[in-house]
């Protein structure tokens, strides 16, 4: 019965050890995809303020272009079409492939053409995906941190039964000790062997 409850004890003291050991490197995993996404979100919303900016630009700009087109001062209007950003040349010309002023059908602005692609704000979208990609991993490794810690407490059950089960005179109840000790100790390792290992 004493090689029993030392094999116990024994198997309890790594179980402890490693659930321990790995909690804490998924509690690291946790912290550093929460700090990943923290900061991916931040560099997102510097895009996207950064690609407001410049969506604001070019439609101050056509506006102005299209202002002077229409009053007919072409001079004015090239200087607006020079300070036109790249991005949204094959926008304004595709707008205009579509002849606006005189095809009531034609799309209304060239911001609504699909060839319009302002860089910030789709990297915006890109850093935003990113940070949800790093909440969901941070929010896996908090579970897989928890159930560690769930087989830590179970293995200090088996502890607990394994240290007091020699201090019972009665023979049965030694055993019976043991038994739930044994019992708690399986349990422990079947939670073990279906966590992911880091």
């Known amino acids: 019965m004493e090689l029993v409850a030392t094999l116990l004890l024994a198997l309890a003291t790594l179980g402890i050890a490693w659930s321990g050991y790995q909690g804490a490197r998924w509690s690291g995993k946790q912290a550093q995809e929460y700090a990943d996404s923290n900061g991916a979100r931040a560099h997102a919303n510097r895009a996207a303020t950064a690609g407001a900016q ?13 202002e002077v087109t229409t009053d007919g001062n072409q001079e004015l209007a ?7 950003r790249p991005e949204f040349i094959p926008a304004f010309e595709a707008w205009l492939a579509g002849d606006p002023l005189h095809n009531e059908s034609a799309v209304s602005s060239p911001l609504l053409e699909p060839q319009y692609h302002p860089a910030n704000l789709e990297r915006s979208e890109r850093l935003d995906d990113q940070g949800d990609k790093h909440f969901d991993e941070a929010r896996k490794a908090t579970e897989h941190t928890d159930n560690y810690v769930l087989t830590t407490v179970f293995f200090a059950t088996v502890l607990f039964f394994a240290g007091i089960s ?12 043991l038994v739930l000790g044994g019992l708690a100790l399986v349990y422990a390792v079947v939670l073990l062997a279906r966590l992911p290992i880091l």
């Not at 410049?54 to 299209?66: A, E, G, H, K, P």
């Not at 090239?78 to 036109?84: E, G």
Request: aromatic share 18%.
């Open 166 to 177: 020699m201090r019972f005179v009665w023979q049965s109840m030694r055993i019976t000790v």
């Open 54 to 66: 410049d969506r604001t630009q070019d439609l101050l700009n056509f506006n102005r272009w299209l």
């Open 78 to 84: 090239d200087l607006y079409r020079r300070r036109f």
